[in-house]
């Protein structure tokens, strides 16, 4: 029984190997490349190269305009973190502790947002007609709303968890709502609200076809944009098209990086209970 379970253990391990060594031959393909030379780079091979080109990365950041890019896809990632953590938080809070079936319909209406499709015609209808297409605050409120409605979703499972009596204890002893919810509930939703700030800052850092429609002026392109452009310009240099891609990725690894122990225990908080 005991070599059985062993031999589980040992394939079970060997098949994460070789699963992780799939995913991670693309990223180490990009990143060995980076440092290749044009002819070298052409190949797309996993050898190192000879000697490392270290000019790539300084190519790109000046031709491909990174550093303007990045400030930009900064204040867009964590304007909507900011928006759509606070607005969830709230929004979730509100709709657990009160039962009632309008609340309830509220709830389902936010969260159907989850499965609902853009509808780009009246997207852009609307941004022109609120004057915020092509604005740096629209593209902001704009990734915010789509979000919303999944960070709701997670939130609001994880708020059910905690036992009403810690608001009712706080209300006795003569906090307001408002504080009930700033200095009682927000700390114990640590877990949950660290996984919505990661995975909107992701999904904020990655998207491409939003901002291709809303933004017409190349100096508010985030850095996905960016490589987009550079790819079009330089897209037979193979070598400074990885080291783009390299530098555009970086950010999203640190990120998730520092906040992965809390997506596993945000994300299981509310699959549990919704």
Same mark, same amino acid.
């Given at each position: 029984?005991?070599k059985?379970?062993?031999?589980?253990?040992?394939?079970?391990?060997?098949?994460?190997?070789?699963?992780?060594?799939?995913?991670?031959?693309p990223?180490?393909?990009?990143?060995?490349?980076?440092?290749?030379?044009?002819?070298?780079?052409?190949?797309?091979?996993?050898?190192?190269?000879?000697?490392?080109?270290?000019?790539?990365?300084?190519?790109?950041?000046?031709?491909?305009?990174?550093?303007?890019?990045?400030?930009?896809?900064?204040?867009?990632?964590?304007?909507?973190?900011?928006?759509?953590?606070?607005?969830?938080?709230?929004?979730?809070?509100?709709?657990?502790?009160?039962?009632?079936?309008?609340?309830? *319909?509220?709830?389902?209406?936010i969260?159907?947002?989850?499965?609902?499709?853009?509808?780009?015609?009246?997207?852009?209808?609307?941004?022109?007609?609120t004057?915020?297409?092509?604005?740096?605050?629209?593209?902001?409120?704009?990734?915010?709303?789509?979000?919303?409605? *999944?960070?709701?979703?997670?939130?609001?499972?994880?708020?059910?968890?905690?036992?009403?009596?810690?608001?009712?204890a706080?209300?006795?002893?003569?906090?307001?709502?408002?504080?009930?919810?700033?200095?009682?509930?927000?700390?114990?939703?640590?877990?949950?609200?660290?996984?919505?700030?990661?995975?909107?800052?992701?999904?904020?850092?990655?998207?491409?076809?939003?901002?291709?429609?809303?933004?017409?002026?190349?100096?508010?392109?985030?850095?996905?944009?960016?490589?987009?452009? *550079?790819?079009?310009?330089?897209f037979?240099?193979?070598?400074?098209?990885?080291?783009?891609?390299?530098?555009?990725?970086?950010?999203?690894?640190?990120?998730?990086?520092?906040?992965?122990?809390?997506?596993?225990?945000?994300?299981?908080?509310?699959?549990?209970?919704?």
């Amino acid at each position: 029984m005991k070599k059985k379970k062993l031999w589980s253990a040992i394939g079970v391990n060997l098949l994460a190997w070789v699963l992780s060594l799939i995913l991670l031959a693309p990223l180490l393909l990009i990143l060995i490349n980076s440092f290749k030379t044009k002819q070298a780079a052409s190949d797309m091979t996993l050898m190192l190269p000879t000697e490392f080109q270290w000019s790539n990365y300084a190519v790109v950041i000046e031709k491909g305009k990174l550093a303007t890019t990045f400030i930009n896809s900064l204040i867009y990632s964590c304007g909507s973190v900011l928006i759509c953590t606070i607005l969830s938080a709230m929004t979730a809070y509100v709709l657990s502790r009160n039962r009632s079936k309008t609340h309830r *319909f509220l709830y389902m209406f936010i969260v159907m947002g989850i499965a609902m499709p853009i509808n780009f015609v009246t997207l852009m209808k609307v941004m022109q007609g609120t004057h915020l297409i092509n604005t740096r605050i629209g593209i902001i409120l704009l990734y915010a709303a789509i979000q919303t409605p *999944f960070n709701v979703f997670l939130i609001h499972s994880f708020v059910g968890k905690i036992p009403t009596d810690i608001d009712e204890a706080a209300v006795i002893d003569g906090a307001s709502a408002m504080r009930v919810f700033v200095e009682v509930i927000l700390p114990l939703l640590k877990p949950v609200l660290v996984t919505v700030m990661v995975l909107t800052f992701l999904n904020t850092w990655n998207e491409f076809v939003l901002p291709l429609y809303v933004l017409g002026s190349s100096s508010k392109w985030p850095m996905t944009l960016a490589v987009y452009n *550079f790819f079009g310009m330089y897209f037979k240099d193979w070598n400074l098209v990885c080291a783009d891609i390299v530098l555009t990725s970086l950010p999203v690894v640190v990120v998730y990086l520092l906040g992965q122990k809390y997506i596993v225990t945000g994300m299981t908080a509310g699959a549990v209970k919704g």
